[in-house]
């Protein structure tokens, strides 16, 4: 008797291991569905979808081409159905497992029966069997997925009042609660100022902005700087380099020789749009059919301004190697608008269903062309010509001096000449789209008519009419359930470093689900029903509390939410990589902080361009430019899209290949490489070292001067003993010799000061060198 | 190094560190810039995972891979076929092509004129391998060689098929072979990323490279392919400012990491102690890069092999000896690129120089290894994005021509890890057009590669967006017959 009950405590023992393993890998691989132990009551689109997603329904889900044993899972008509080779059996049984084919197949110790076959390299987890079976027992309920049911505003859960400040606190703090979470105190004013600045400007906050902040008590002092922030120029910027990299914009044409494009002033209009605080619904719709839309002055002809818009639509790739076949490359264009706009506007993975049905989601290849076929009108050609035939493919426009003088006065054109643009047009007469087989572009199928997949809003076209000015009603109906979700989730992941919905590019099946589903539907109506508007959809999120928490990491966040999904802490964030560069610039009085204009060429190794090159092309050779361009924004850097700015990918810049919504964020060797040796880094640090000891102030106040320009706070006591052992060692050594500290000055191309004592200067540069490589200086705490 | 190491006085905080964090670790462990051996003792496995352990045993442990960009005509190099010198200026029959689309240079042209090797063969070796004339030195080493001829691809433009060849895929942003071997299996060293790019340009009509070739994708920015070039800034930035020697860069980081220590204790944030370490390498690499890529310590006999040019930083010949240096220090995947082959016109001129720039270091690579005793672990490849067609572009006249480009096969050679040497696999018809026996398509290619080195093309997948990728997208099958 003894034995056995040791025995069984054994395997109770084991099977609370296995359990627990179990749920930390689904913890780890589906964060947000929330499952330590087996839930009470078995969710189908939280716990049970995810599961045959992405283990079932390749084989047995909507690609009816792919579709094994003619059975289907992924809609219950499909899997309660008498099977077809055992019209007797079926693949559920609500409420009966055990007469549920799919579930014996699932636990089958036989391997030819077993689901899914060792073959594919797919296995279930014993926890994932166990939720499947009491989700059968419990009745098997399907329910639709939930991105394709409008959103809803739910009631506001209750919370600590003292704590919150709106409506998003108290879901975060309703959810922190379930998870056994505290949110942290809020962040220092220090602390809070710079993530501030930077999020809402790409810019640190000058030492002036911190004292004034740090000064100002007054109840809505933050307030204040947030609104102040808000009518900042830099705004704009700030905001645009997240949607250059979803609208894949560049300054150069793609493909082999790669030649230049002027794309440029369209770059301006989305920094302006943001500044002028267009709303969603306006910038959404100027982009993808501004050449459509009534003009407000109500003349037929669209206004320049809405023509120069759409220019998203023409910022892919476009080929200029001679021997193309001009179809095949027509038709990858049009692909790759399709694909954007599904990634972009809708964070679905259309290009899944240009070849076949899409295995996971309910998008056929059928509505995979129809929603081709908005894109397919442009009179346009594969290959319009070779290298520097043209830097702006028709249709184009030409925008000129008298343009800027009036509507377009946001556009920086530095000369007289009139620049051109690539625009969107259709062709008078609407051009067929066919489906085509297999993605071939010269294997047509079934001719195809405007569409869109009825499985998110069906596409009724008395309702919105034909071509794109119809597909932008469809998008902003208020049924639709994807185009405010994505769009504030987008937001929402600029700010807190992860979306509501982790996989901002995809709200599919295969997708992660939402860690506050309700706050996400919550924020999506306000969105909408607030006009769109999305400076007060930012100014809800940075003045929540939630947004205000410390950064600071317990052992206790470590263990339960290393990543974060529940917000009990602020998000340390290193910073975009355009924004390093802007932040160095900034901090060293160096910014040239004009707004738009041609992309600049700044300090470049030599030879990049040059080894890569066919040697064809204004673009086959790198000409830096110099002065005032060397000192633009990281925004502003040519991105020649063959070699794209070194620095830039090394901190996990887009190389503006394709329409990307989320970007890596790495920590290597090469990032440190460029912290110490980029001219344009230690450039900054120079400059900084010369106007500090120009100031008449002791050597202590300009180190300390230093580090609040570079850490945007005051350093602690045990900081500065640091930090002046090792300007002093510098100093004493560099007085020996005087050479040395000629040589580390002479850096960069920025106009030294004149100051007559090298070695103090030099061993200050070198300071201020070692503050910007630290941790912090690159970090949003 | 070890030494270097060691000198950074707040080493001590990596215990502290990995006691800190479970959870830092899983996102340092799958750079491929990290790097076993950073952690020594019990660490070290647990750095390694997951990845970084082959599917089965490997027969080759790290590729070279020599591309020859711009695609080399087969019908110069290794796919001997004397009927078109019989049949030079007749027209290509309506049979052979088969409905063949045709690049825009020459989808107008009313004649197909069909014309032969201007250079001629030999047979080499025990295998019997026929070889232009062109490439002496690598006819002396066909015994190692494994040539397939029956390469094909479905990209008809150099783009496309250039990211195919390297991509698995002709458009889009997919990582690259190299990205996947660094993911897959990790670096060998802890000083070299495991996946290293050298360009060169050659004398032919060139087309450019491009980053797309060697990025990541949608891997991790780690497994990205760093360029090395064999100027002075081997790696980009490696070198210090002006006036900053070794010892101040120490002292530097040793104050740096007393602050960042300091910032650690406030933020709670593992990321610190990671970024730590990562100037830590970093300052390891400026020393160990330059002493590998700096070839004037070459002996004599080195550079005899790979011929004088070889010691020209920036050269075919030098970059295919840094590969060599590379490979050995353990880095997976040296991916060559060597511009120049794209003979549309002017063939019998361009190409000698192509062959000249590059055959002697080809072979010379194949006779390095071998004497290192390096050859069974490396898998050396040769070859270009498709062939070129056994019919004339533009004007045909005997002593000048010009090949368009041909995707329906084109020969490579494959050498050393795990290849059989001395045989030729496969065979085209007496015109050079189809393939008769044994194709490859670049899917086979891929997944046979990724066989030699231990993994399964099938199993090493990475989900994102919702769809498993690989390399070999939904198709491949091992080519068995070139296996030993």
Redo the contacts between chains.
């Keep these: 008797m003894k034995t056995l009950t040791v025995k069984l405590k054994f395997y109770v023992i084991l099977c609370l291991i296995t359990v627990g393993i179990a749920s930390i890998v689904w913890n780890c691989t589906r964060a947000s569905a929330e499952t330590t132990s087996m839930p009470d009551e078995v969710d189908y689109n939280f716990h049970i979808r995810p599961i045959l997603s992405d283990r079932c329904f390749k084989c047995h889900g909507p690609d009816a081409n792919k579709r094994e044993a003619n059975l289907r899972l992924d809609t219950p008509e499909g899997a309660f159905a008498a099977l077809k080779d055992n019209p007797k059996g079926h693949a559920l049984v609500a409420g009966n497992p055990e007469q549920s084919e799919m579930f014996l197949r699932i636990i089958s110790k036989d391997s030819t029966l077993r689901m899914p076959p060792p073959s594919s ?1 797919l296995k279930l987890s014993q926890y994932e069997i166990d939720l499947i079976e009491k989700w059968i027992k419990q009745g098997a309920k399907y329910k639709p997925h939930w991105a394709f049911i409008a959103p809803r505003k739910t009631r506001v859960p209750d919370a600590d009042e003292d704590w919150t400040v709106n409506e998003i606190d108290n879901f975060v703090y309703d959810k922190m609660q379930q998870k056994g979470l505290d949110p942290n105190e809020e962040a220092s004013k220090e602390q809070l100022l710079k993530r501030l600045s930077f999020d809402l400007t790409g810019l640190p906050p000058t030492v002036e902005m911190q004292e004034k902040f740090l000064k100002d008590t007054s109840p809505n002092t933050y307030e204040k700087v947030v609104d102040e922030l808000l009518k900042n120029k830099h705004y704009g910027e700030k905001m645009a380099t997240y949607w250059l990299d979803v609208a894949r914009y560049a300054d150069s044409h793609g ?4 030649g230049l494009r002027t794309m440029w002033p369209w770059r301006d209009w989305v920094i302006h749009a943001y500044n002028a605080n267009y709303p969603y619904s306006k910038f959404l719709s100027w982009q993808l059919a501004g050449d459509l839309l009534p003009n407000p002055d109500g003349s037929t002809l669209p206004s320049k301004e809405m023509l120069l818009a759409t220019g998203f639509n023409r910022n892919h790739k476009i ?1 200029q ?6 179809e095949e490359y027509r038709v ?1 264009y049009v692909t790759d608008r399709t694909n954007t706009f599904g990634k972009a506007f809708l964070a679905l ?1 259309f290009e ?1 269903a240009k070849c076949h049905d899409h ?3 309910p998008i056929s290849q059928k509505d995979y062309y129809s929603t081709f076929a908005f894109f397919n009108q442009v009179p346009e050609k594969g ?1 319009f010509g070779t290298i520097d035939a043209s830097f702006a493919d028709p249709p184009n426009m030409a925008i000129t001096d008298a343009d800027v003088k009036s509507l377009l006065n946001f556009i920086n054109k530095r000369d007289t000449a009139k620049v051109m643009v690539m625009v969107m047009k259709d062709t008078s007469k609407v051009r067929t789209t066919y489906v085509l087989n297999r993605g071939n572009y ?1 294997a047509h199928g079934d001719s195809v008519t405007f569409g869109l997949p009825k499985s998110i809003l069906a596409y009724d076209t008395t309702k919105y009419g034909k071509g794109r000015l119809g597909l932008v009603k469809w998008m902003l109906d208020a049924n639709n359930p994807l185009t405010a979700r994505v769009f504030v989730n987008r937001i929402w992941a600029q700010f807190f470093g992860r979306g509501i919905v982790k ?1 901002v ?2 709200f ?4 992660e689900l939402p860690s506050h589903p309700e706050l996400l539907d919550w924020l999506a109506v306000d969105f909408r029903e607030n006009g769109w508007n999305v400076k007060r959809l930012v100014k809800q999120v940075v003045m929540s509390a939630t947004y205000r928490q410390s ?5 206790k ?2 263990k339960t939410d ?1 990543e974060n999904i529940f917000l009990a802490r602020a998000s ?1 964030i290193r910073l975009p990589a355009e924004n390093v560069r802007d932040f160095v610039l900034a901090s060293s009085d160096i910014l040239n902080n004009e707004i738009g204009g041609p992309s600049v060429k700044p300090y470049q ?3 990049l361009w040059e ?5 064809r092309g204004s673009l086959s050779r790198y000409v830096q430019d110099h002065e005032s361009d060397l000192y633009r924004r990281g925004m502003y850097v040519f991105i020649k ?4 700015p ?1 620095t830039m ?2 901190f ?1 810049a887009s ?1 503006r ?2 329409c990307e919504v989320q970007r ?1 964020r ?9 912290m ?4 344009q880094m ?1 450039e900054g640090s120079r400059v900084m070292a010369e106007s500090l000891m120009m100031e008449k102030s002791s050597v202590d106040e300009k180190l300390e001067k230093a580090f609040r320009k570079v850490l945007c706070r005051k350093p ?1 006591e ?2 500065m003993a ?2 002046k ?2 300007f002093d ?2 100093t004493s ?1 560099l007085k020996k010799d005087a050479k ?5 000055l ?2 960069g191309e920025y106009k030294h000061l004149g100051v007559p004592d090298k070695t103090t200067t ?1 061993a200050l540069m ?1 300071t201020i ?2 503050l910007y ?4 200086a690159i970090m949003r ?1 | 190094m070890e030494n270097e190491f060691f000198k950074n006085k707040l080493n001590i905080t990596r215990r502290h560190f990995l006691s ?4 830092g670790l899983g996102s ?1 462990a799958l ?1 491929s ?1 990290l790097i076993p051996g950073l952690f020594t003792g019990e660490e070290e496995n647990l750095a390694q995972l997951p990845l970084g352990l082959p599917h089965f045993a490997p027969k080759a442990k790290r590729v070279i891979y020599l591309f020859q960009n711009g695609a080399p005509s087969q019908l110069e190099t290794f796919d001997y076929k004397p009927m078109l010198n019989k049949m030079a200026g007749e027209d290509l029959p309506e049979s052979i092509r088969g409905g063949q ?1 045709l ?5 107008n042209q009313t004649k197909f004129p069909l014309i032969g090797s201007y250079f001629g063969f030999k047979q080499y070796g025990q295998s019997g391998a026929w070889v232009s004339d062109m490439f002496p030195n690598m006819a002396k080493i066909v015994d190692d060689l494994c040539i397939i001829k029956t390469m094909n691809t479905e990209a ?4 496309p098929a ?1 990211t195919f060849m390297q991509t698995g895929a002709q ?3 997919r990582p690259s072979m190299g990205a996947w071997m660094s993911y897959g299996l990790g670096s060998e060293n802890k000083n070299l990323p495991a996946f290293c790019v050298l ?3 050659g004398r032919g009509n ?7 070739l060697w ?1 990541n994708g949608f891997l ?3 497994h ?1 392919g ?1 360029v090395f ?1 064999s ?1 002075e ?1 081997p ?10 020697d070794k010892d ?2 120490r ?2 980081l040793d ?2 990491a ?3 220590h ?2 650690f204790e ?7 102690q ?3 370490q ?2 830590e ?2 300052y390891r ?2 020393t160990a890069v330059p002493e590998l890529t700096d070839l004037s310590k070459e002996p004599d006999h080195i550079v005899k092999m790979y011929g004088p040019e070889c010691l020209v930083p ?1 050269t075919y010949a030098a970059n295919v000896l840094l590969a060599r240096k590379l490979s050995e220090s353990g880095v997976r995947f040296v991916q060559l690129y060597h ?1 120049g082959w794209d003979q549309h016109g002017n063939l019998p001129n361009e190409m000698p120089l192509q062959a000249e720039d590059v055959d002697r270091a080809s072979a010379a690579l194949i006779m390095d290894l071998k004497q290192r005793g390096l050859l069974d672990e490396t898998l050396v490849i040769w070859g270009g994005e498709f062939g070129r067609t056994n019919y004339c572009q533009g004007a045909f006249t005997k002593d000048n021509y010009g090949r ?2 041909h995707p329906r096969a084109y020969s490579i050679w494959m050498a050393g890890g795990g290849v059989k040497p001395g045989i030729v696999y496969g065979e085209t018809d007496e015109f050079g057009y189809n393939i008769i026996k044994d194709p490859v398509h670049i899917h086979d290619f891929h997944a046979t590669v990724m066989h030699l080195l231990g993994l399964n093309h ?2 090493l ?1 990475y ?1 994102h ?3 498993r990728y690989r390399l070999t997208d939904v198709a491949g099958k091992l080519v068995p017959g070139i296996i030993v």
Aim: proline share 4%; hydrophobic share 30%.
């Design positions: 390299n493909y082999q020789d790669d080929t190697e001679g021997g193309v076949i001009d990858e993975t899944c295995k996971y989601d290959l010269d996989t590019g995809d599919g099946m295969q997708g950064s600071v990491i317990t052992e966040h470590l290393p340390r190794p030599k030879g080894v890569a090159t066919s040697g899209r063959t070699v794209p070194p990918l090394i996990d190389n290949d394709q890596s790495t920590n290597t060797p090469l990032q440190a490489l460029v110490m040796n980029d001219p230690v602690k045990k900081e640091i930090i052992q090792y060692s510098e050594l040395k500290a000629e040589k580390i002479n850096i030099a070198q060198q070692m490589n630290m941790e912090e705490g | 800190k964090s479970a959870v340092m750079g810039l689309r690049t825009g240079m020459t989808a008809i433009n150099h783009d250039l458009v889009g942003n360009l060169s340009r060139g087309q450019g490279v491009y980053s797309k990025t991790d920015s780690t990205q760093v070039s100027g800034d790696i980009l930035y490696l070198k210090d400012g002006e006036g900053i101040s860069r002292r530097m104050k740096l007393e602050l960042n300091l910032g406030t933020s709670g944030d593992p990321e610190v990671a970024k730590v990562q100037y390498m970093a690499m400026q920036g511009q368009d480009h099938e199993q997948t989900k967006l919702g769809r």
